[in-house]
Each structure stands twice: as structure tokens, then as C-alpha cells.
């Protein structure tokens, strides 16, 4: 712990989950997020919905936070707060507060990008983790996202490859809404798949050049073979969910292990380090845990804390920023698109 105890509150609201966070320097102080349920009733995020329930839990979130971290507002050093990428109403509501607060309060704002957020997060310090040397590759999964990104520094990082269409999290939970399984449908995947045999079927994986992804062929792939196997067995998913899941992710698996082999062999950084909500899939992290003893990788994988949207992560970001007086005009807008390195 440094001398001076630097507190950043941190305000995390880019898609449907409503988070504030207290960081004394690198160390978690409190982390609370709010879940919103609405959305399984329409099988996937309503924005609309999203940005109206930012508004209510905001303001208890906030205080939550600060009380579990046990400190006055009037002892923060900073506001952090996701400015994108991310759905544009759910985050004016996080943007919008962080700058009336830190007005109120007379302290700096810190703009932070989500998808750097994820990446950094490996740094808030943890008995349990262990941060990554520089360089290192993160790889960084969610229901938007999917990059392969190389990190430098703290705030040097070049995107080597990314998704042309789906993202690997939608690439989950579109195969598990053709499944007839409920919204998120990601964790049932991973769930079933535990169960089952995944070399039970065969799925095309599809073929991009360089270090870019693409899962809509799969997904579309994934499709057909069940209404096929539907028309001839009406049973056909009940009686397979386990081997069909199982099938599903280890395709998935596959295609996120070979482009990370060949980003290690065009780099030569061995060190790799997950982020993003998919980075919590069991499968996935078994497969990076193996290819420290096939490949002699050195893997970094977050607490499941970390992997979700948190704003724990945000405020990683904006202590690093805040050591580094990087900080935010007042006519900060939100971006839903915002890119790393933008």
C-alpha cells in the first residue's frame, strides 16, 4: 500500500448490469453490481429497458459502495466511469451521474474504456491473483466482443485480431436459444457441456485469414444441423442436450485456441491473459490451464468477480490513470463504439 491512499469510485453501466466499486490504490474496497432480470423475458437485452433500470439502481448501487468500503464521499480522490463501447442509453445514465458527482464534489473525472477495463483488471491486487508481465497477450471474450490484443503497457495495446461478425458470447447464447434453452443461455451451454462427449458432432469451423474471428458461419451451421436432426427425431435435442453442448463448445474452444497459437508464434509472447464475461466458461479456462504444459504458455486467469461487467475493473483503469493525471473535461460524451487505443 502506497503512502497517500488514492480512493476511485468507480461506475460501471455499458449493457444490462448496474455497478459502483471503491478502490484504495490497486486493492478492491467494495464491488457491488446490480443484475437486471427483466431481460430473460424477451430472450436477450431490451436497451430501452436497460437504460430505465440504470436509473433506478444508480443511486443505491453507489451508496452500497461506499458503505461496504466504509468511507465518506467527501475522501474520494476521483470518479471513474465507462464511457463505451457499450449501449449508448445504459451509458449516458453511468456517464451522466460520474460527471454531476465529481462536479458536486470538486475531484477529477476519468473517462475508461470497457474493453481496456477487462484487460486491466488482472492488475487490482489479489491474494489469489497474480498480474501479468509486460508484454503479454490478453485475449478478451464477451457477448460483444472477441480480440486478441497485445499489450505493451498499461495503455499500449494494439488489437491484432477481432470478430468480423458475432462475438464468441453471442456465438453462446444464439446456439443455446436454437437449443430452446432460456436467456443467457451461455452458463447452460457450459453447464450441459460438462456432461457430455464433445466429439459426439461435428461442426465446420470456419476459415478467416490473420487473427480475425468469425462465428456467424457456425452459428448459422449449428442451426441447420438442428432442424435436420428435428425433422427425423422430434426428441433429438432432449435426448443429446449434453453431447450437443459439448459438441458446441469444444468448436468454439478450438476456434479461440488456434488463432491464440498463432498469435504467439507471429509475437513470441507466450504470456496470455483472458478477460471479457466468457473468460468465466469452464471449458475455455481448462483449455488455456492445458497449454501451459502442451505449448509452455503462461496463463492469467481473473476471479470470476472480474470476468463479468464489474466496475472493480473501472477503477483499476482510473487509479492507473489518476497516477498519471489522465484525466476528463467536463463535456465528455459517451461512445458506443470506442476503440482501444482511440
Known amino acids: 500500500m502506497e503512502k497517500e491512499p488514492i480512493f476511485i469510485l468507480a461506475i460501471e453501466s455499458s449493457c444490462d448490469d448496474t455497478s459502483a466499486a471503491v478502490l484504495c490504490n490497486k486493492k478492491k474496497l467494495s464491488n457491488v453490481v446490480a443484475t437486471q432480470k427483466i431481460h430473460e423475458e424477451y430472450g436477450g437485452v431490451v436497451p430501452e429497458l436497460a437504460s430505465r433500470a440504470h436509473q433506478q439502481n444508480i443511486v443505491p448501487v453507489v451508496h452500497q459502495a461506499l458503505s461496504k468500503a466504509n468511507i465518506d464521499k467527501k475522501q474520494l480522490s476521483a470518479i471513474a466511469f465507462t464511457r463505451g463501447p457499450g449501449l449508448m442509453g445504459s451509458l449516458l445514465v453511468g456517464t451522466s451521474f460520474a460527471k454531476s458527482l465529481a462536479i458536486g464534489l470538486n475531484i477529477p473525472l476519468i473517462e475508461v474504456n470497457h474493453m481496456q477495463a477487462h484487460i486491466l483488471a488482472h492488475f487490482i491486487e489479489e491474494e489469489s491473483m497474480t498480474a501479468p508481465t509486460f508484454p503479454f497477450l490478453a485475449l478478451t471474450i464477451s457477448g460483444g466482443h472477441t480480440q486478441i490484443v497485445l499489450v505493451r503497457d498499461y495503455f499500449d495495446m494494439e488489437i491484432l485480431g477481432e470478430t468480423l461478425d458475432d462475438a464468441v458470447g453471442e456465438a453462446f447464447d444464439k446456439s443455446a436459444k436454437i437449443l430452446g434453452l432460456p436467456y443467457p443461455g451461455g452458463p447452460l451451454v457450459d453447464k450441459y457441456a460438462q456432461l457430455g462427449n464433445p466429439k459426439t458432432f461435428q461442426f465446420t469451423k470456419p476459415r478467416v485469414d490473420g487473427l480475425n474471428f468469425s462465428f456467424s458461419g457456425l452459428k448459422t451451421g449449428i442451426l441447420y444441423f438442428i432442424q435436420k436432426e428435428v425433422k427425423k427425431n422430434p426428441d433429438f435435442v432432449a435426448e443429446n442436450i449434453n453431447d450437443i453442448c459439448a459438441s458446441i463448445q469444444y468448436t468454439i474452444i478450438q476456434i479461440l485456441m488456434d488463432k491464440l497459437k498463432k498469435a504467439v508464434k507471429d509475437t513470441g509472447v507466450k504470456r496470455i491473459a483472458i478477460g471479457g ?17 502442451l505449448h509452455g504458455w503462461i496463463t492469467f486467469i481473473p476471479k470470476f468477480e472480474y470476468c463479468t461487467d464489474n466496475a472493480a475493473m473501472i477503477g483499476i483503469v482510473g487509479y492507473l490513470k489518476y497516477k498519471e493525471a489522465h484525466f476528463t473535461k467536463q463535456d465528455v460524451t459517451a461512445k458506443a463504439r470506442y476503440v482501444i487505443g482511440s
Open 277 to 293: 464475461g466468457v473468460s468465466a466458461n469452464s471449458g475455455i479456462r481448462k483449455a488455456l490451464k492445458e497449454a501451459e504444459h
